[in-house]
């Protein structure tokens, strides 16, 4: 019984992230748009609403096409290996209702983008293409170089809050939300999650200008709706994790307010950024949040051990 109650609520959480990832692209869509000073979708249905489920329609019935020298199996399956690991991550979410109690939940969230990796890297590599390979080795670089400082950020909350459990991040904001005392490392972890999630203005691995469109230019119809699909659940997921961490991690209405004030400067900073250089993206990671986010990890080690050597004294 327990075990059927698991995969019915895991089932419900599945259609409502896949039903969110849908209206999140009509939302980048319309503020696009407006940004443009132009409508966004505005056909299909009351203004535009049904507009994300005629282009899964739409992109579904196509006919899938495949590079001849391509390494088929692989090339068929990574995509579907992205979405899923995309999903899997949503695992770690703390119910009030106790779905399930991740007591390592940011271990297994690490493990997962870190996976994630293989997947784009793979997907680049068995279509056979060099613009796609190029484009999966600037996404594998950019991603371990940014996992860096979201590694460093979590471990300053793991010594703070003793803990790898994401439920105690609800208990230790309940009188002062974290981004007060953490206002850098806030904007370090904002601007990691869009390298990360390759958002605009670090979308090397899908730079149209230099590389047709990156790691995914030989996938059309089904395949190229999943990278879009696990795209749009890493931003949604990230936008979640960032609202825990820093912004309370209270799972009421309010929540979700915050969590699409998050997700809507993902799509705010594509409407007004250029994109970066990449040896600049790279100096970013390694010369400037790598230090900051060292620092700060020191800086909460220290005071935990000052902490303690007060308690016990």
Not at 8 to 26: E, K, N, P, Q, Y
Not at 131 to 151: F, M, N
Not at 166 to 194: E, K, R, T
Request: net charge neutral; glycine share 6%; charged share 10%.
């Amino acid at each position: 019984m327990e075990i059927l109650n698991l995969i019915l609520v895991g089932l419900i959480l599945l259609i409502c992230v896949m039903v969110g990832v849908a209206f999140l692209t009509l939302l980048e869509r319309k503020v696009l748009g407006y940004i443009h000073i132009r409508k966004g979708p505005n056909k299909v249905g009351l203004i535009g609403i049904l507009q994300p489920f005629s282009d899964a329609i739409k992109l579904f019935t196509k006919e899938h096409t495949f590079p001849l020298t391509s390494n088929y199996m692989i090339y068929y399956f990574s995509p579907i290996f992205n979405l899923f690991l995309s999903l899997l991550v949503w695992m770690i979410i703390p119910y009030n209702s106790g779905f399930i109690s991740f007591e390592l939940g940011l271990l297994f969230f690490l493990c997962c983008i870190s996976l994630s990796v293989y997947s784009i890297m793979i997907a680049g590599w068995s279509s056979n293409s060099n613009y796609s390979l190029l484009g999966s080795l600037r996404a594998v670089a950019q991603t371990i170089s940014y996992e860096v400082s979201l590694i460093l950020i979590l471990l300053s909350f793991v010594f703070l809050v003793n803990s790898y459990n994401l439920m105690y991040m609800n208990y230790f904001q309940y009188y002062l939300w974290m981004i007060f005392i953490m206002l850098p490392l806030s904007m370090v972890w904002m601007i990691s999650c869009l390298a990360e999630t390759n958002r605009t203005p670090f979308d090397f691995a899908e730079g149209e200008s230099e590389l047709v469109s990156g790691f995914n230019v030989e996938y059309s119809s089904g395949s190229f709706a999943l990278i879009f699909l696990a795209e749009y659940t890493s931003i949604l997921f990230m936008s979640m994790l960032c609202c825990l961490i820093f912004l309370g991690g209270n799972m009421n209405l309010f929540f979700y307010v915050k969590l699409c004030f998050i997700s809507y400067m993902f799509i705010w900073v594509r409407g007004t950024m250029p994109r970066f250089r990449y040896d600049k993206l790279m100096y970013l990671a390694w010369s400037m949040f790598l230090p900051l986010s060292l620092n700060y990890l020191l800086f909460f080690l220290g005071l935990k051990v000052l902490i303690f050597s007060i308690l016990f004294s």
